[in-house]
């Protein structure tokens, strides 16, 4: 149970950061000696799904669902560790994180999880998310963009940085005018 | 009366205008919060704000008021 909940935090890892693929960007970044792959349909509340493969460009988010994966490596991930993390600019916002010894030499996992909750008062854009599974035996690492749909203005940071521009603006016609 | 202006408000108001610009822009999808966004844009923020605030030492129309002090001058 262990095992397989650490493989599986794994696996969700590689899924969620390895399996887009664009003209832009490679999803697994070279060179991927532990051969890892997976790929995942996330489906929202309302039943729609989202295939993501190699051949996605970018990743259109539902706020809510889950993600039913399949992962796998072509050599067990001894000891490893690793994270997921969203990129904001210089910030860079940690996902999820684990830590696990694998003592099973899993390989393949599947299963399903929830989207986190706090993706629903996100503010929408595109983000670059970045992941690592880092073990005794190699590692992997990849990126992909995942864009959130909405309105600026239906989010509290929409709002604040409309107002801020607008004061900015108003501040900068006054730095203009001769005293 | 020399004309002075306001380039240090010019220059923190167009370094807030730079980095609100880049949270619009990546609101509306256009350019994506990255290192890029935050260094440019506030930093051509900054270099406008501050080149606008010192823009009125270098008008060339003269204000009202220095009309005014140089025609008193000549009587």
């Known amino acids: 149970m262990f095992v397989r909940r650490s493989a599986g935090a794994l696996a969700a890892a590689v899924v969620i950061t390895v399996v887009v693929a664009g003209p832009a960007m490679a999803v697994i970044d070279p060179p991927n000696t532990l051969g890892c792959h997976g790929t995942a349909v996330i489906t929202s509340k309302d039943g729609k799904k989202v295939a993501v493969t190699t051949d996605s460009q970018e990743i259109k988010l539902p706020r809510e669902g889950t993600v039913t994966f399949e992962a796998g490596t072509l050599k067990p991930l001894l000891n490893n560790h690793g994270d997921v993390s969203i990129q904001f600019g210089f910030l860079k916002v940690k996902a999820g994180a684990w830590n696990s010894p694998n003592l099973r030499l899993a390989i393949f996992v599947a299963g399903s999880k929830e989207l986190p909750k706090a993706l629903k008062y996100a503010p929408p854009g595109k983000y670059e998310v970045t992941g690592e599974a880092i073990g005794s035996t190699g590692s992997c690492t990849g990126h992909f963009t995942i864009v959130l749909s909405g309105s600026p203005l239906s989010n509290p940071v929409g709002v604040a940085a409309l107002v801020g521009t607008l004061i900015s603006l108003v501040g900068l016609g006054l730095a203009t005018r001769a005293r | ?75």
């Open chain 2, 1 to 75: 009366m020399r004309r002075r202006g306001r380039p240090i408000l010019g220059a923190f108001s167009g370094l807030l205008l730079g980095i609100f610009l880049a949270v619009d822009l990546h609101l509306f999808q256009v350019w994506s919060l990255s290192k890029s966004s935050e260094i440019i844009l506030p930093g051509a923020g900054l270099v406008l704000g501050f080149l606008l605030g010192l823009r009125p030492l270098f008008g060339a129309k003269t204000s009202r008021y220095s009309s005014i002090h140089r025609s008193t001058d000549r009587l």
